[in-house]
Nanobody, 124 residues
Framework: VQLVESGGGLVQPGGSLRLSCAAS????????MAWFRQAPGNEREFVGA????????YSTDSVKGRFTMSRDNAENTVYLQMNSLKPEDTAVYYC??????????????????WGQGTQVTVSP
């Protein structure tokens, strides 16, 4: 299984980015897909997740109303649309894949596979 993130970069506060994560080698549509992020000196943090059905998404409070997750099961790709970006959103963003119960959806240890990460920097 391989997960490859793309779309990171440098953006000014208030700007937008869309991250993509392309999956291969798994039955993509059967898995929950998630985004985590890790800033220097911090632990890896749950950002959001989208269930295999595509209709149920979950996100951490700090990004609600600004970040949106979606997935295209035909293209084996999950997206993270990030709007109204803030400097505190600066981090390496990782996508992850797993099959897990709802109560564990924010636990990084429950995900099987991880991408290599893509850097997002929000700075004037």
């Amino acid at each position: 299984v391989q997960l490859v993130e793309s779309g990171g970069g440098l953006v000014q506060p208030g700007g937008s980015l869309r991250l993509s994560c392309a999956a291969s080698g798994s039955n993509f549509r059967s898995y929950t897909m998630a985004w985590f992020r890790q800033a220097p000196g911090n632990e890896r943090e749950f950002v959001g997740a989208i269930r295999s059905s595509s209709s149920n998404t979950y996100s951490t409070d700090s990004v609600k109303g600004r970040f949106t997750m979606s997935r295209d099961n035909a293209e084996n790709t999950v997206y993270l649309q990030m709007n109204s970006l803030k400097p505190e959103d600066t981090a390496v963003y990782y996508c992850a894949e797993g099959r897990l119960i709802l109560s564990a959806i924010s636990q990084s240890s429950m995900y099987y596979y991880w991408g290599q990460g893509t850097q997002v920097t929000v700075s004037p």
